[in-house]
């Protein structure tokens, strides 16, 4: 599967984004998906994570109430919309699919299958 990120900007804090992620290949409702993130000097770090039929979800602590992740199976597209944007936010981010159809933990811990190219993110104070 071939993963297409974007969304990416230039934000003041408090504002908002909304970053896209497009699959290719008719079994994208086989997939978990996850964005990620990574600042410089920094390790990558899961952001969210949306199990294969949606229903369920993960975010990390830092954008809990913040952040929302959801897909759309029949667009073959998975969003994450960012609101109250803080500096710290800015990274690349990058979206990934993991081939697993279980609700569990499975969907927002391991590894990853495919990766997107990054988009970057830029939050000014």
């Known amino acids: 599967v071939q993963l297409q990120a974007s969304g990416g900007g230039l934000v003041q804090a408090g504002g908002s984004l909304r970053l896209s992620c497009a699959a290719s290949?008719?079994?994208?409702?086989?997939?978990?998906m996850g964005w990620f993130r990574q600042a410089p000097g920094k390790a990558r770090e899961l952001v969210a994570a949306?199990?294969?039929?949606?229903?369920?979800?993960y975010y990390a602590d830092s954008v809990k109430g913040r952040f929302t992740i959801s897909r759309d199976n029949a667009k073959n597209t998975v969003y994450l919309q960012m609101n109250s944007l803080k500096p710290e936010d800015t990274a690349v981010y990058y979206c990934?699919?993991?081939?697993?159809?279980?609700?569990?933990?499975?969907?927002?811990?391991?590894?990853?299958?495919?990766w997107g190219q990054g988009t970057q993110v830029t939050v000014s104070s």
């Open positions: 990934a699919a993991k081939i697993t159809r279980d609700s569990g933990s499975d969907y927002y811990t391991g590894v990853y299958d495919y």
């Open positions: 949306i199990s294969w039929s949606g229903g369920s979800t």
């Open positions: 290949g008719r079994t994208f409702s086989s997939y978990a």
